[in-house]
């Protein structure tokens, strides 16, 4: 894989909370440059985001929920009716976690389903299962769940948690999601070799922070 190839799988990502509007500019300045498929960012910043983008074919993710997942679902909702009325064209929404540990199946569909009609139907959808605090059984049903309200994609982690992505679970929400959904793997990825072994994992597209020193490395 060339490194044109791996930067287009991958969502360049900025979402600490000390973010200024300068960050955001050398973020999309850094996206056109090596052709990443989106940059990743908090709904405060899309309008700038998607400004500094416009022509470019890079599209703007906008996180919902982030980082916990625990606000309501109708706020979920009125933050990706906002993002993509803005011109985000991804949402990447946190699931549930409790809901989801505790078993309540309605309660995260409907969290899902919320999100996904308020996006409207040129959004993608993402649902970020922080796998890190989930079982097996429990991610998978995350990935049934997700599937069930409309998603497009299942993704590990927020990067805000105790853990990040693992191959593992990155093949886990393969082998459960078949070629239905997109996987995305997010959390800890810091090397062309960690992306690489993702995507080896079954990943379609990458998070990432670290993403210009990921395609900067020479292929191994």
Avoid: W
């Amino acid at each position: 894989m060339n490194r044109k190839q791996l930067a287009s799988m991958i969502d360049h990502t900025l979402l600490k909370p000390e973010v200024r509007v300068e960050d955001i500019r050398r973020l999309c300045e850094e996206a056109k440059e090596y052709g990443f498929a989106s940059v990743c960012v908090n709904g405060s910043f899309v309008e700038t985001a998607v400004r500094e983008l416009k022509g470019s074919g890079v599209k703007v993710c906008a996180v919902v929920g982030f980082p916990l997942g625990a606000s309501s679902s109708e706020t979920k909702a009125f933050e990706a009716r906002e993002a993509a009325a803005r011109g985000a064209e991804e949402i990447d929404m946190v699931v549930a976690a409790g809901r989801l540990l505790a078993g309540d199946e309605d309660y995260v569909r409907e969290d899902v389903r919320k999100v996904v009609e308020a996006a409207g139907k040129g959004a993608v959808v993402k649902v970020i299962l922080e796998t890190c605090l989930l079982d097996d059984e429990t991610k998978v049903l995350g990935c049934r769940l997700a599937e069930e309200g409309g998603a497009r994609f299942v993704k590990t982690s927020t990067g805000f948690s105790s853990g990040g992505a693992t191959a593992e679970d990155v093949a886990l929400l393969r082998r459960t999601v078949g070629d239905r959904l997109g996987v995305k793997a997010s959390g800890g990825i810091r090397t062309r070799r960690d992306a690489e072994a993702m995507i080896a994992a079954g990943a379609n597209r990458i998070g990432a922070s670290a993403s210009v020193a990921i395609c900067s490395e020479e292929h191994s």
